[in-house]
């Protein structure tokens, strides 16, 4: 699943609107759809803003685990 599927699900999961999230975030409904349909990549910054904003892992927006409130595991040496 690519990032911006993800986005899109966690989105329709919480029961927002892309609008809702837009005006919420002070982005553009455009640059929100271009996110989730992976035509733009969001900045870090973003993805982190995004990740705050719907209560998700960046490993879970980012493809790196299966569930949502994943927690990060220590790396062993």
């Known amino acids: 699943m690519s990032i ?3 986005l899109k699900e966690i ?3 919480k029961g927002l609107t892309q609008k809702t999230v ?3 975030l002070d982005i553009s409904k455009p640059v929100l759809s271009q996110y989730e349909s992976d035509q ?3 900045s870090v910054d973003r993805l982190l803003t ?3 904003f ?5 490993d879970y927006i980012c493809e790196n ?3 949502e409130d ?3 595991e220590k790396i062993q040496d």
């Open 11 to 13: 989105r329709k999961s």
């Open 50 to 52: 995004l990740a705050r």
């Open 65 to 67: 685990v299966w569930t």
């Open 22 to 24: 837009a005006e919420a």
């Open 70 to 72: 994943a927690k990060a």
């Open 4 to 6: 911006g599927s993800r």
């Open 40 to 42: 733009r990549t969001p």
């Open 54 to 58: 719907y209560r998700a892992s960046l």
